[in-house]
């Protein structure tokens, strides 16, 4: 029992996003009575039916807006539009046009190190091949500055 209260607990507490999961099928499962009395067959789930439909189950989860599935849906579709939309900016098909967009806020945003405080020709690369890993990872401890990687 108290092993189930864990599990519930913790899928409740869960945050995904970006991927549909089955934590609500799963919270199905571990709520049934049946389930809960620990006596159950291969064929449980064939057996019942009911379990499959997440739709309309509500749990207490920790966020509110991860409660309702419609709204977790909505939310899903909502947050892949933007992400969209800021890798490949507003579309034509929208009513876009390009020549009344704004560029200038690409620059502000890279970031441009001053002469002085960026690595040797060859970069980080070079400190490695000649100082071997022990010697970058003690480069790596003394320096003090952002250091940015891909």
């Known amino acids: 029992s108290e092993t189930l209260s864990r599990m519930k607990r913790v899928l409740q507490e869960c945050r995904i996003r970006g991927v549909k999961t089955n934590i609500p099928f799963i919270l199905n499962v571990l709520t ?5 009395t620990g006596i159950v067959t ?3 789930i064939d057996d019942h039916p009911e379990l499959k439909q997440v739709s309309t ?3 207490n989860f920790a966020s509110p807006s991860q409660a309702d599935q419609r709204k977790v849906g909505r939310l899903e579709r909502s947050l892949r539009y933007f992400a969209n939309l800021a890798v490949n900016g507003h579309p034509v098909e929208l ?3 390009a020549t009344k967009l704004s560029t200038s806020h690409t620059d502000s945003t890279r970031a441009i190190l001053p002469e ?3 690595p ?6 070079k400190i490695l091949l000649e100082k071997g890993p022990e010697g970058y990872a003690k480069w790596v401890r003394e320096n003090k500055q952002l250091m940015i990687t891909d």
């Open 120 to 125: 040797a020709a060859g970069g980080t690369r």
């Open 95 to 97: 009513g876009a046009d």
């Open 116 to 118: 002085a405080e960026r």
């Open 42 to 44: 291969t064929f449980f």
């Open 32 to 36: 049934h009575p049946e389930f809960e």
């Open 57 to 59: 189950s509500r749990w």
